[in-house]
């Protein structure tokens, strides 16, 4: 029986495995795409630099749309995030002369979260696990005049040098973007979320989606079920293919983990550990038709213990709402922290996994991850396309990174192979 071979298979469906997907077929990779699910972006979908080099690539311009303001409810304050209204002018009607140091300070993470990309883009992406690759990342940084050890450091600890009556709604604003506690937040990370949140434009879905499917297909990429997958090869030192249920053989130079839910498929190797972010919580309001404020934006953040998120969502003649929580919760501890945005609606939840199976749960303590070190490569020949695993926080725009630096630095490696 003949054997398929493929510069890349890829195991598992997330957003940022179909990214990598799309632009290792377009660059004249031969890629074998094994997935379950098909992951989606995010109601909640703010664009990056990332984003917006990933769109132009592809030819996807079109799925842009107008930002769309973001209310931040915290416990003594209503702030909307939006371009057209000056947030030194929002800030300073909410808290007064203590709004003045919030907007410095968060003017200050913009400008750092902008200087971050623009490293990270003149990098090709995450630094690479190479010690040159590293050095060269350093490098960049220095140019940049971004201190990377100072901004490895826990966001949390910077907030001491704000005033006391705003620090609810800086936790509440950093914690509702990252879906996470602000204790699990470096300075990297909030920056590149708040310059994110500021950018002028929004992507929308299933545009999004769509376009990686259609771009995939056109430059020739295999799909197939992942439930077809009976066996994965490995000679004792790399994976080299696999076999199907139905009868078909392949080969791969290397794979691609799209999804940490199936890295038990690579037990017979030594794999590195990968940190699994507590798994979100997805609910679904039923109908608020005619039950909200007309005040309230269509994305919310709900400050309070939990990092909670809420989009307002229209089907047909009903609106409805999304609730995205950064941690386990009860219904009446989601209802209670939903009550400041919807005060007199009646509504039942009911969980509503977005067309995604959820990532598995874990107890472990979660510490700030470094953009530098990630376990970008877990095996000899496999690496990890799930954001998910190594970049949860960022969303969409994570997994565009992540994505965008596994195609580069893959093609780069396949093209000097064959000289």
Not at 31 to 57: D, I, K, N, Y
Not at 321 to 341: D, F, H, M, N
Request: hydrophobic fraction near 40%; glycine fraction near 8%; charge should be neutral.
């Amino acid at each position: 029986m003949s054997t398929k071979h493929y510069d890349f298979a890829i195991i598992g469906g997330s957003l940022a495995a179909r990214i990598a997907a799309a632009l290792l077929a377009k660059q004249g990779g031969k890629v074998l795409f094994l997935r379950q699910h098909e992951a989606t972006a995010s109601t909640w979908f703010p664009s990056s630099l990332f984003l917006e080099q990933l769109l132009g690539t592809l030819g996807g311009r079109s799925c842009f749309v107008a930002q769309q303001p973001i209310q931040v409810l915290s416990r003594n304050a209503r702030v909307t995030l939006c371009n057209d209204v000056p947030l030194n002018r929002e800030l300073g009607r909410e808290f007064g002369q203590p709004g003045v140091a919030v907007a410095k300070w968060l003017d200050r993470l913009g400008t750092l979260g902008n200087q971050l990309e623009k490293v990270l883009w003149e990098n090709g992406g995450l630094p690479w696990p190479t010690l040159k690759a590293t050095a060269r990342f350093k490098l960049l940084c220095m140019r940049r005049k971004v201190n990377w050890p100072e901004i490895a450091l826990p966001v949390a600890k910077s907030l001491d040098q704000l005033p006391e009556s705003v620090l609810d709604f800086v936790t509440d604003l950093l914690q509702g973007l990252a879906l996470k506690k602000i204790d699990e937040l470096s300075c990297a990370q909030a920056a590149l979320l708040w310059a994110q949140a500021t950018r002028p434009e929004n992507l929308i879905e299933p545009d999004f989606s769509e376009l990686l499917s259609k771009r995939f297909d056109q430059f020739h990429g295999l799909k197939a079920s992942l439930e077809n997958l009976s066996q994965l090869d490995f000679d004792g030192s790399t994976w080299t293919g696999g076999r199907l249920k139905d009868g078909g053989q392949f080969s791969a130079s290397t794979f691609l983990l799209g999804d940490i839910r199936w890295i038990e498929r690579f037990a017979a190797g030594k794999t590195a550990a990968l940190a699994v972010s507590p798994a979100l919580t997805r609910h679904r309001t039923s109908s608020l038709t005619s039950q909200l404020s007309p005040l309230l934006a269509a994305r919310v953040i709900c400050g309070g213990n939990i990092p909670l998120r809420l989009a307002i969502e229209q089907e047909n003649e009903h609106v409805f709402g999304l609730v995205v929580s950064g941690s386990s919760s009860t219904e009446q501890q989601l209802k209670g922290q939903l009550e400041q945005a919807l005060p007199f609606a009646r509504y039942e939840l009911t969980e509503d996994s977005g067309g995604v199976a959820p990532q598995p749960e874990t107890n472990a303590v979660q510490q700030p991850q470094q953009l530098a070190g990630l376990p970008l490569r877990i095996g000899t020949n496999l690496f990890c396309a799930d954001s998910c695993g190594l970049l949860s926080e960022m969303g969409a725009a994570g997994a565009a990174l992540l994505g965008w630096t596994l195609a580069e630095n893959l093609t780069k490696s396949r093209k000097q192979l064959r000289g």
